[in-house]
């Protein structure tokens, strides 16, 4: 269930309780049923606020009016992108692989797509700069750009072929 999906049921049985609560004025549980939904309606339009993703130069657009949402030069993203991102503005430190990602579409949004599509989407994102891949890991992706990994592996001296098989005289090499 989407949280517009959310919003709708949960109006609809506020606004049930709120006519009981009108005919009924000595029956105290309606109106504190009310009181209650109508808190849930609130904190699930906070959270829809805090899932939009927001452009980090400019700032919270998210209630501007459409008019000027239009005239705005910002990376536009579709749907599925604005969930990835909302995702990933949900971990602590915005860097996700793509399962939890898979994981992360499907509990919060309902969404089940291919590994592959998955992939090939935050790969796009990457190149129009909205995530950026993390240096030294596959398919990991971070809201910022994250300085290169340092590398992990040393190089050491490599033996040579007499300290490997001897110094044998009847060797042909």
């Known amino acids: 269930m989407k949280i517009d999906e959310a919003l709708e049921v949960v109006k609809g049985i506020h606004s049930l309780n709120s006519q009981a609560a009108v005919a009924n004025p000595e029956k105290q549980r309606h109106s504190k049923t009310a009181e209650d939904l109508d808190n849930v309606v609130q904190f699930l339009l906070e959270k829809k606020r805090q899932s939009m993703p927001i452009p980090k130069d400019i700032g919270d657009i998210s209630d501007l009016p459409p008019e ?3 005239e705005l ?3 536009r993203t579709d749907e ?3 969930q990835i991102l909302s995702i990933m503005h949900a971990c602590e430190d915005g860097v996700v692989n793509i399962d939890q990602v898979l994981v992360g579409l499907y509990r919060n949004h309902g969404v089940i797509k291919e590994r592959r599509f998955l992939q090939n989407k935050l790969y796009r994102m990457s190149k129009k700069a909205i995530v ?3 240096p030294g890991e596959r398919a990991v992706y971070s809201l910022d750009q994250l300085p290169p990994a340092k590398p992990t592996t ?3 001296d490599v033996p040579t072929f007499e300290e ?3 110094d044998d005289e009847d060797s042909p090499f």
Do not use: I, R, T, Y
């Open 132 to 134: 950026f891949p993390v």
């Open 154 to 156: 040393e190089v050491k």
């Open 164 to 166: 490997l098989f001897g």
């Open 73 to 75: 030069s910002v990376v």
């Open 68 to 70: 000027l949402l239009n």
């Open 80 to 82: 599925l992108e604005d």
